[in-house]
């Protein structure tokens, strides 16, 4: 490997380049290099696309590891949500579709995107958990651009047993901190029936306690400017009893609404009452 020079012997330099002095910006010539293929390269051209590459590396594997995230933290109290997608999500009534095309919708508008809290509302077993999970599994999909995020699914009475546990359990590393952490990271989040942590769905006063209150309040906080979708039997007026003022704000922020009302009896869904996974 030489130095280039051209027919006369002029030393070659390559203009693409420059430098900071004296708080300025100031061209940088760089002399080129013959190898020994005979090949003409920059130095320093060689090094910065070396540097692109090892950075277009790294991207990539943190990528792969962002979009584990949703099968590796996730905290799913009914099993049968593992395998739940849109596409086996069963439509009983008009209302069913409706609320199916409106979620769809949404998905395609924070793809493009746009920024927004999402609640599903209604009784139990309508599907509102089925299709808050479907909305994530279709975020978190890798496009042919290897473009993905990170998403994640808890339940929150899950979520809450296990920051208890921790408590008195020093093995259990799923702290009130790390949770907030990882639910504050992560590009999209679905929030599975908020309230039901709290227990004592019938009493209209009831409200969380201190260490709920405050897992709330940092999760909301941390995640403005990012996708929240929740699940909830509650309405807007019992959520604002429960939880403190700015943190129901911060979750309902540019709200987009799903409401389940239609009975739900001739469903057919059912959640079994198996143990929560850890």
């Known amino acids: 490997m030489t130095f280039h020079t051209d027919e006369a012997g002029n030393p070659v330099y390559c203009n693409k380049h420059t430098r900071i002095i004296g708080g300025e910006e100031k061209p940088y010539p760089v002399q080129l290099m013959k190898l020994r293929d005979g090949s003409v390269k920059c130095p320093m051209c060689e090094r910065e696309q070396r540097n692109k590459e090892i950075e277009q590396e790294a991207e990539a594997w943190r990528r792969q590891v962002e979009r584990k995230v949703l099968s590796t933290h996730s905290l799913i109290a009914d099993p049968t949500l593992v395998n739940a997608t849109f596409e086996t999500f069963h439509c009983y009534n008009k209302e069913d579709t409706q609320n199916k095309r409106r979620m769809l919708e949404l998905v395609d508008q924070i793809k493009a995107g746009v920024i927004m809290n999402i609640f599903l509302t209604g ?56 949770a907030i952490e990882l639910l504050t990271r992560v590009d999209y989040l679905v929030i599975d029936d908020l309230g039901s942590e709290v227990g004592d769905t019938d009493n ?5 306690p201190d260490f709920i209150s405050r897992v709330w309040y940092g999760v909301s906080t941390g995640r403005q400017g990012k996708v929240t979708i929740v699940t909830t039997n509650l309405t807007g007026v019992a959520l604002a009893k429960l939880y403190d003022r700015k943190t129901v704000n911060r979750l309902t922020a540019h709200l987009e609404q799903i409401d389940f009302v239609e009975k739900q009896k001739n469903k057919g869904r059912k959640t079994p009452a198996l143990p929560l996974r850890g």
């Open 204 to 208: 209209e006063n009831r409200a969380a």
């Open 123 to 178: 009784e139990s077993n309508a599907g509102k958990s089925h299709l808050a999970i479907s909305a994530l599994k279709e975020l978190n999909k890798k496009s042919p651009e290897e473009y993905a995020k990170s998403a994640l699914f808890v339940n929150s009475d899950a979520l809450m047993r296990r920051i208890k546990n921790s408590f008195k359990d020093d093995s259990e590393k799923l702290t009130e901190s790390k």
